[in-house]
C-alpha cells in the first residue's frame, strides 16, 4: 500500500494562489495513475484533477479546468496541484489518492490509496 503525506494547504485571500504537493513514499508510483480530490462541508467528495504515470495525460474537472494544474515528478514521487484564481467555492479539504493503472478516472471508487487531506481555505 503506498503512503500518501499531502502538504501546502492554509488560508488564502481570493484570487491568490497556492501549491498542494502529495509525497508518496512507494517506489512504484511511477506506475500511479494520481488524483485530487476535495470534500467541502456538507457536500460530497469529488474530482478535481488527475494525472497518468507513463506519459502526464491530464484530466481536469470543468470547475477548475483553467486555474488548476497537476503535474508530478517521479523521482521525487510527487504529485503537485497548482492553484490559482482561487475563489470561495474552492474552500474544502484537499486529498490526493492514487492507483497502478493506465486510466484516469472522475470516480473516487477507483483509487485505491488515500491521503489524509489537507485544508483549504479562501475568504473573501
Known amino acids: 500500500q503506498v503512503q500518501l503525506v499531502e502538504s501546502g494547504g492554509g488560508l488564502v485571500q481570493a484570487g491568490g494562489s497556492l501549491r498542494l504537493s502529495c509525497a508518496a513514499s512507494?517506489?512504484?508510483?511511477?506506475?500511479?495513475?494520481m488524483g485530487w480530490f476535495r470534500q467541502a462541508p456538507g457536500k460530497e467528495r469529488e474530482f478535481v484533477a488527475g494525472?497518468?504515470?507513463?506519459?502526464?495525460?491530464?484530466l481536469y474537472a470543468d470547475s477548475v479546468k483553467g486555474r488548476f494544474t497537476i503535474s508530478r515528478d517521479n523521482a521525487k514521487t510527487t504529485v503537485y496541484l497548482q492553484m490559482n484564481s482561487l475563489t470561495p467555492e474552492d474552500t474544502a479539504v484537499y486529498y490526493c489518492a492514487g492507483r497502478p493503472s493506465t486510466g484516469i478516472y472522475y470516480n473516487a471508487n477507483f483509487y485505491e490509496d488515500w491521503g489524509q487531506g489537507t485544508q483549504v481555505t479562501v475568504s473573501s
Open positions: 494525472i497518468r504515470w507513463y506519459d502526464s495525460s491530464t
Open positions: 512507494e517506489r512504484l508510483f511511477s506506475s500511479y495513475t
